[in-house]
């Protein structure tokens, strides 16, 4: 069964740190893969992809110098450290992958077709 499972969320306070996972069953990618997030009442938003094949990763401004995303092949899984972590971070965290290429967006949620079932991040101040 090809699925993404993602885990490491958790309730901290603001300027401490969290690692998320997301591990990839029956599916391994050679493409982009991502993190996204959705708060109630917004869109799910990308927040940093990584091109696996060469390891090339890509951030959302917001994001930029505080988190990093990165894979372990080996064990099939994404990360994504977070630190410096602000209340504006609190959201559901999503792994996206399975990029439809072409000219799609990386940004897009449109642009994958596999999802996991997403992991809670609340950043209190």
């Known amino acids: 069964q090809v699925q993404l499972v993602e885990s490491g969320g958790g309730s901290v306070q603001a300027g401490g740190s969290l690692r998320l996972s997301c591990v990839a069953s029956g599916y391994f990618s050679n493409d982009w893969m991502g993190w996204f997030r959705q708060a109630p009442g917004k869109e799910r938003e990308g927040v940093a992809a990584i091109y696996t094949r060469r390891g090339s990763t890509i951030y959302t401004d917001s994001v930029k110098g505080r988190f990093t995303i990165s894979q372990d092949k080996a064990k099939n899984t994404l990360y994504l450290q977070m630190n410096s972590l602000k209340p504006d971070d609190t959201a559901l965290y999503y792994c996206?992958?399975?990029?439809?290429?072409?000219?799609?967006?990386?940004?897009?949620?449109?642009?994958?077709?596999?999802w996991g079932q997403g992991t809670q991040v609340t950043v209190s101040s």
């Open positions: 996206a992958a399975d990029f439809k290429g072409g000219s799609r967006s990386i940004w897009d949620r449109e642009s994958y077709n596999l």
